[in-house]
């Protein structure tokens, strides 16, 4: 990637010992180890850049886009879920509470 990259979230993968990671930037996210090597050669790609992104309890991370809101597997980046909204807020922090 050439120039600005827009970081959103650095999510410790569950189950690793906190050793893997998932780096969420842009509209992608990748799968790494803490010395920086690839654990998978899958790349999560959302579809749109989203504004916010937060880990779910459920082990899925939800992205808010301009569109849709959009929940993926943490373990596989395959979407599970999409809900549209109409209307764009840029939110400062995304997360969820009591499992919501």
């Known amino acids: 990637i050439q120039g600005t990259i827009r970081p959103h979230a650095i999510i410790i993968l569950p189950n690793t010992s906190g050793m893997e990671l998932l780096l969420t930037y842009e509209d992608e996210g990748i799968y790494i180890d803490i010395y920086g090597h690839f654990t998978k050669e899958t790349v999560l790609q959302w579809g749109e850049i989203p504004?916010?992104?937060a880990y779910l309890q459920s082990n899925q991370v939800m992205g808010w886009g301009e569109?849709?809101?959009?929940?993926?597997?943490?373990?596989t980046g395959n979407l599970e879920g999409v809900?549209?909204?109409?209307?764009?807020?840029k939110l400062k922090f995304l997360c969820e509470r009591n499992d919501k």
């Open 51 to 53: 504004a916010s992104v």
């Open 67 to 75: 569109k849709a809101i959009e929940l993926r597997s943490v373990d």
């Open 83 to 89: 809900f549209m909204h109409k209307k764009a807020q």
